[in-house]
Nanobody, 116 residues
């Protein structure tokens, strides 16, 4: 079965950096685009970044462009989110996501908290 396991969250000061990882299993990883979403308290879940199956194409939310970088290692079935110049408004639970055969799969999420 599809499993997505995020790691790398934590508490960081504004201006700092974190790298999130998402280990995937149960499907042909390199065949699928992967996404990072986030959900802040009291807000809807929003798409942060997307990367194509072979990693040649990426897209970002306007709010994170130039600060966040999504990447993947298909040999390790892992997708990453490098987050630099973090702001308090980046505080949220971050989720790894894949859409496979019309079904959305989610990890358990990892908390990122940015203090001012």
């Amino acid at each position: 079965q599809v499993q997505l396991v995020e790691s790398g969250g934590g508490l960081v000061q504004a201006g700092g950096s974190l790298r999130l990882s998402c280990a995937a299993s149960g499907f042909a990883f390199s065949n699928y685009a992967m996404n990072w979403y986030r959900q802040a308290a009291g807000k809807e879940r929003e798409l942060v970044a997307t990367i194509s199956g072979v990693g040649r194409s990426t897209n970002y939310a306007d709010s994170v462009k130039g600060r966040f970088t999504i990447s993947r290692d298909n040999a390790k079935n892992t997708v990453y989110l490098q987050m630099n110049s973090l702001k308090p408004e980046d505080t949220a639970v971050y989720y790894c996501n894949v859409r496979r055969m019309s079904t959305q799969y989610w990890g358990q999420g990892t908390q990122v908290s940015v203090s001012s």
